[in-house]
C-alpha cells in the first residue's frame, strides 16, 4: 500500500527583481491582466511582466493549452505537465501541477503513486501519458510510434495526443524559464 502524500506549496524567489505594481507601465500593468488566476499577480508573472509583449504571447500560449474547453481531460493534461516538470527537475512546477491534478481527480492517489516512485502501480491511461511525458521531455525524438500506440490503446485520439504533447511541450519551455529566473523554496 502506498502512503497518502499531501504536498504543500512552494515559494519561487526571483533573482532579478519583479516589476513593483506601484512603478508599472501601463503595458506591464495589461501584459498583467492577462494571467488565468483569481489570485494575487505572482513574483513569477510580475518577473515576466518585464518584457509585457513576450509575457501576453508566452501567456496566451499557456492559457490556450492548458485551459482550453475540449479534447484532453484538463487531469490528463496537469499529467502531462507533472511528469515533464519532475524529469525537468522543476519542483515547484511539480508540486503545482501535482496538487491540481489530485484536485480535478479528487484523490491524492496518482500524485502519491509517482511521489514514492512507483510508476509501474499507474492504470494503463495514465501509464501511458505518464510514460509519454518524461520520454518527450529527456529526448523529445525518443517518443516512438509504440507510444503513440500506447495512447491510442487507452483511447486517445488525435486531438487528445496533440493537446497532452502542447502540455508537455509548454512545460519543456516554462521549467527552465522559471529555473533561470529564479528557485523554489518552502513555501512561508
Not at 81 to 99: D, E, F, I, P, T
Amino acid at each position: 500500500m502506498i502512503p497518502s502524500v499531501t504536498l504543500k506549496p512552494l515559494s519561487w524567489t526571483p533573482w532579478i527583481a519583479p516589476v513593483e505594481l506601484a512603478s508599472a507601465t501601463p503595458e506591464q500593468l495589461a501584459a498583467m491582466q492577462v494571467t488565468p488566476s483569481n489570485k494575487k499577480v505572482s513574483e513569477y508573472v510580475r518577473t515576466l511582466a518585464h518584457d509585457p509583449e513576450s509575457y501576453v504571447a508566452r501567456t496566451r500560449l499557456f492559457n490556450a493549452i492548458m485551459y482550453v474547453d475540449g479534447g484532453l481531460d484538463r487531469a490528463d493534461r496537469e499529467l502531462g505537465a507533472l511528469g515533464a516538470s519532475l524529469v525537468n527537475g522543476c519542483k515547484y512546477c511539480a508540486v503545482v501541477h501535482a496538487r491540481r491534478h489530485a484536485q480535478l481527480r479528487k484523490s491524492p492517489a496518482l500524485v502519491s503513486t509517482l511521489w514514492f516512485d512507483r510508476a509501474e502501480e499507474l492504470g494503463p491511461r495514465d501509464a501511458a501519458i505518464y510514460r509519454f511525458a518524461r520520454r518527450l521531455s529527456v529526448t523529445p525524438s525518443q517518443a516512438t510510434a509504440e507510444d503513440m500506440a500506447a495512447l491510442r490503446a487507452v483511447g486517445m485520439d488525435d486531438r487528445e495526443i496533440i493537446d497532452l504533447i502542447h502540455a508537455i511541450a509548454i512545460f519543456g519551455w516554462a521549467n527552465r524559464l522559471m529555473h533561470v529566473l529564479g528557485h523554489a523554496g518552502v513555501e512561508k
